[in-house]
């Protein structure tokens, strides 16, 4: 069954597990949390296009670049974390992706006026955050300790932002963090609009049923009694004189206006079918299957 926001994404009951299906462990497909697969589909960068993918590893998100990408253009991906990378290099190769242009290097000392991103138009960031949605995480930390913590992963997230700005083509870029922290998520991004006023918010998706808190509610909260997801955060910025409209969403209606219709999916998997970048031997079993 197709899912019901999100093309491309297959839905399947909580009870079928794809770890030990031959198509997950050739690569032909990616087991991701439906929220997580937001980022790279709002995102929706053209085919052929040049992407930066900012703290990348281990690489879901990239893999839904390059096949929304149909794995053409250049997919510029940094992470600092070498092990990460590695896992990366691995997922990348298994889905069949040859656009990505990997490198071991921290976003914040990468040069936004270097000629190799010059033709950078989309950027998608989900830097470090606490992780505070993910159902599977326990925190035994004091709260005083979460504080400074989340202080510090803000301060790191507004660095990051600001910095994405600044590449000079720079038309559109998806913020995403898997915390439910408000200090991670819109006072991050009220931060850096404040900072930024060439840029502004795009009202993504107007039928998702959890908006980001007011008055920033055309970014999108995701979270397991709503959305039956992990929680989850996204918002797009846009550079205001482009004037265009994320293809996935629609521009600057208040999402109030529109009726929202409950996600009726309780309890299900949702696996994204990479149909461009299988290796060779999938798409022949697939021609071979049609004749
Ligand atoms: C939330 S994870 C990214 C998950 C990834 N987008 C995915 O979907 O598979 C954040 C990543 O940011 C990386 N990171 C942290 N600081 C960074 C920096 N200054 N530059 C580049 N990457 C960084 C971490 O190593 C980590 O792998």
Known sequence: MGDLHLQDLLVFSAKMDFHDHFLYKAGHIILQDKASCLPAYLLNPPVGGHVIDACAAPGNKTSHLAAIMKNKGKLFAFDLDTKRLSTMSTLLLRAG??????????????DPLSQAYKDVEHILLDPSCSGSGMVCLHDNSSEEQDHERLKALAAFQLHCLNHALK???????IYSTCSIHSQENEDVVSLCLEKNPDFGLVN????????????LTQCLRASPTTTFTHGFFVAMLERQHERQTAPNSQSFTHPSSK???????????????????????AKKRRKNKKS
């Open 97 to 110: 992706v040859t656009c990505h242009h990997l490198a071991n290097e921290d976003f914040l000392k990468v």
């Open 167 to 173: 590449f000079p083509k720079l038309k559109q870029l």
């Open 204 to 215: 993504l998706l107007p039928e998702w049923p959890e908006r980001g808190h007011d008055p």
């Open 259 to 281: 009726s929202h219709p409950s996600v009726a999916e309780d309890e299900q998997t949702q696996v994204s079918l990479d149909k461009e970048l299988q290796p060779p031997a």
